[in-house]
């Protein structure tokens, strides 16, 4: 799955979403619920019911798969483009997650460097999931402020040519946390 340059979405593979389809409708709805999936103008539609199946049942998902979160990013309620990319931002950090916590931290390497599609993807999930100790950080070590970092994605998002996600990412932000981050006791 590509995640850098100008809407360079490929298509997300047919097996996301078919396995949450064999593990949460019942055999008899599998099919027509598949066909739905399969067809662009209710592909959203059938992920956004997948979320809330998989929301009710979470027991019965696999606990590799990857396809409850493009499910859930589904109820945002973005175009599919937007929504594809914030998932490919998603997986491109899944195995960045350490370095996130150590640069937020303070510990980790400087991403100076990186392409904007990098950043983006990098301090969209970083303050989708890390946003209370991104602030802790600006609070106690003068780190520079969550919404700098947030109008820095802005920019690359648009860069990037991704100008609905620039202008909705403040959304974007609080959605990933309302929905990927658990509450604190």
């Keep these: 799955m590509k995640t850098e340059g100008i809407h360079d979405t490929e298509e997300i593979p047919d097996y996301v979403g078919a396995e949450l389809i064999s593990s949460l409708v019942p055999p008899k709805q599998q099919a027509h619920a598949q066909r739905l999936l399969d067809d ?6 059938i992920r956004q019911q997948l979320s809330q199946l998989a929301d009710d049942n979470a027991g019965l998902l696999p606990q590799n798969s990857f396809s409850w979160i493009l499910c859930k990013l589904t109820t945002f309620g973005a175009e599919e483009t ?3 990319r914030i998932y490919q931002a998603f997986l491109s950090q899944l195995n960045q997650l350490g370095q996130m916590c150590r640069i937020l931290a303070g510990d ?28 802790r950080r600006h609070q106690r070590h003068a780190a520079p402020s969550p919404h700098f970092y947030q109008q820095m994605a802005v920019s690359c998002f648009a860069v990037t040519g991704y100008k609905t996600i620039a202008t909705q990412l ?16």
């Design 108 to 135: 980790g390497a400087h991403c100076k460097f990186d392409s904007p599609a990098v950043v983006a993807n990098r301090i969209t999930i970083g303050l989708g999931l890390f946003y209370e100790q991104a602030a």
């Design 82 to 84: 937007d929504t594809l």
């Design 170 to 185: 403040p959304e974007w932000l609080e959605f990933l946390r309302s929905n990927f981050v658990s509450p604190r006791p």
């Design 40 to 45: 662009p103008g209710s592909r959203n539609l």
